[in-house]
């Protein structure tokens, strides 16, 4: 069981504080589109403020990769944070050395100023000392809030903690406490939903799910390198054959394991891809030459409904289709709305299901939404999170 250091746990008054949060929005013409990740971060930072610590904020914007680019700048992140916070934010135009250090020493108590994008700088990626220690040099504590890139050992989440005490922020903490729910003693049923592309960048978690989920069900691109493994054809749907073998292991293993595991047993066929395409519900064994499974079908929502209604816990990563593409987001909204109606303690995690859930304003009905997407696929799988595993132990 994680157990770290938050600010709750420490003194913080008159400290001068480097604070590592995900503040990499979208822009759309030089402005912040979506201010969520921003938002996320006032807990932390106003408790800081309210307590009394100089509060300076660091994070990465975009793919600048290791030098300034003019349109990655973080002005515009500092200038929605001021608006929310109603309060000024200092942005300064470098990312650490002197002229942070000077800006650094001069703050109020109360004060925010924001660093520049730290993927300006190419020691950050690459977790250089020097530079960590260099970021490192003006502050008594380091605050990582980042969860969504805890999974990385950048300088800003990890180099950082080798020279300064290192915490988590609220937002970390609370990150922490509800991925883990599902990890130690599960209100069980526990059912775990994953879908998705792709079984590659899921087969750990897959795995651990089967250890621990009492019910496993499958959707999404992923699903369809299942079916194939279990003997299906599936025309011309995306499936990953490199898979296909490990998939059927997958499935040996689950008749013996205590965990249920379930695949579609229809799919919404399409023979081309597009917005509003005609489509037929096919079970995997009709579907034909040209045909490609884009959705679960309603009898799989059905299915997967029953066993969501009864589950007290649930866990969900991964799309059920190419939600990207209505009416092929059904099987999604299908899924989320048994969810909305079940009395499960449900977490959801994955960059492109929450997406697809904002889009289908069906986000409300969630007890937890994860910022993470790499991140919170890591953490379930049990594996140790470099920017976590920095943070003291209480
Ligand atoms: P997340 O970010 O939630 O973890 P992934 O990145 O694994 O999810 O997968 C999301 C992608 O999977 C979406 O772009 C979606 O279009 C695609 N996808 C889902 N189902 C299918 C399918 N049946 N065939 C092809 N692609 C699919
Ligand atoms: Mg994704």
């Keep these: 069981m994680i157990s770290k250091k938050s600010i709750e746990d420490v003194e913080v008054e008159g400290k001068k504080i480097l604070m590592r949060s995900d503040f990499n929005v979208p822009l759309e013409s030089g402005r912040v589109r979506d201010d969520t990740r921003i938002k996320a971060a006032v807990p932390t930072i106003q408790s800081l403020i309210n307590r009394g610590a100089r509060v300076v904020l660091a994070s990465h914007l975009g793919r600048p990769g290791g030098e300034p680019k003019p349109e990655l700048k973080m002005n515009p992140v500092a200038d929605r944070l001021a608006l929310i916070l109603g309060r000024p934010v200092h942005k300064i135009d470098s990312v650490a050395g002197p002229e942070v250090n000077k800006k650094v020493v001069e703050m109020q108590e109360g004060e ?7 993927r300006f700088e190419k020691g950050e990626e690459k977790n250089d000392p020097q530079f960590a220690r260099l970021l490192a040099e003006p502050f ?8 969504g890139t ?3 050992a950048h300088a800003s989440t990890a180099g950082v903690a080798s020279f300064l005490p290192a915490v988590a922020g609220l937002l970390m903490k609370k990150e922490i406490e509800e991925l883990s729910r599902c990890l130690n003693d599960p209100a069980r049923p526990l059912t775990a939903i994953i879908g998705g592309a792709k079984v590659s960048g899921k087969i750990n978690v897959i795995r651990r799910f089967l250890d621990l989920a009492d019910n496993l069900l ?3 691109g992923m699903a369809n390198t299942f079916l194939v493994a279990d003997g299906f054809t599936l025309g011309d749907s995306f499936y990953e054959e ?3 073998e490990e998939a059927a292991d997958l499935l040996d293993e689950s008749e013996e394991s205590g965990c249920c595991l379930l695949l579609p047993v229809d799919l919404a066929v399409t023979k081309e ?3 509003g395409s005609s489509f037929k519900n096919l079970s995997p064994e009709e579907v034909e030459e040209g045909g490609k499974a884009v959705d679960i079908g309603p009898e799989t929502v059905a299915l997967f409904g029953d066993i969501i209604a009864d589950a007290a816990m649930i866990v969900w990563n991964g799309p059920m289709g190419v939600f990207e593409v209505p009416p092929f987001d059904s099987g999604t909204a299908g899924v989320a709305a048994a969810i909305a109606g079940s009395e499960a303690y449900s977490v959801v995690g994955g960059g492109d299901l929450v997406a697809a859930l904002e889009g289908l304003g069906l986000t409300e009905k969630i007890n937890f939404i994860s910022t993470g997407g790499g991140a919170t696929l890591e953490f379930w799988e049990g594996k140790e999170l470099p920017g976590i595993a920095v943070l003291q132990d209480k």
């Design 150 to 152: 805890a999974h990385r």
């Design 242 to 244: 490199e898979m296909v």
């Design 273 to 275: 891809l597009k917005t």
């Design 218 to 220: 499958l959707g999404g």
């Design 112 to 118: 925010v100023l924001i660093l520049e994008n730290l």
């Design 140 to 147: 008594d504590l380091f605050v990582n809030d980042a969860f």
